[in-house]
């Protein structure tokens, strides 16, 4: 099935994600590098929150992020690294039981992603899984990585050494 092969690499970048959360300056969460940068608090939260988009992306075929009328309420703010990494593990777990229920079928079926009404794309969903889900967390992670550099704060290994951490 193809669910089994997802879930070693969702684990693994779930696992990486961890250690970055882990590492935010609770001191620093309204820091950002740039104006038209989130800020370190709002970079972590949607970090710990983005494995919860793989219910929508499981159970329907469409989802439609600006919706008439608004979209869902906004995340609540995270404000401690202990907060952040206990919301990613309570997401982390629901998708991997989304994902353990799945069959092939499910994932070869075509999901949509809408703005304002409008398609943006459509992909298998287990492509959504690996790029909207997936790829999105490992690119925000290294966002977070590149601000917790330039906030000084030791960047945790992901992949293999940083400077902080060369020892594997």
């Not at 740039?34 to 939260?45: F, I, R, V």
């Amino acid at each position: 099935m193809l669910s089994k092969s997802i879930l070693p690499a969702f684990n693994q970048i779930v696992d990486g994600t961890k250690s970055v959360l882990a590492a935010v300056p609770e001191d620093q969460l309204d820091w950002r590098p740039h104006d038209k940068s989130w800020k370190l608090g709002e970079l972590a939260t949607h970090l710990a929150n983005l494995p919860s988009w793989t219910m929508a992306t499981l159970s329907v075929s469409e989802f439609d992020i600006s919706p008439a009328g608004g979209g869902p309420p906004p995340m609540a703010a995270l404000t401690t690294g202990a907060e952040m990494v206990a919301a990613l593990e309570e997401n982390a777990a629901a998708a991997r039981g989304a994902i353990e229920n799945c069959t092939d079928a499910d994932l070869a079926s075509p999901w949509t992603m809408l703005v304002a009404g409008e398609a943006r794309f459509t992909l298998p969903k287990a492509v959504v899984l690996r790029t909207f889900i997936m790829d999105h967390m490992i690119h925000h992670r290294a966002q977070l990585g590149v601000y917790l550099r330039m906030l000084d704060v030791p960047v945790p290994q992901l992949f293999g050494p940083t400077a902080d951490f060369p020892d594997m």
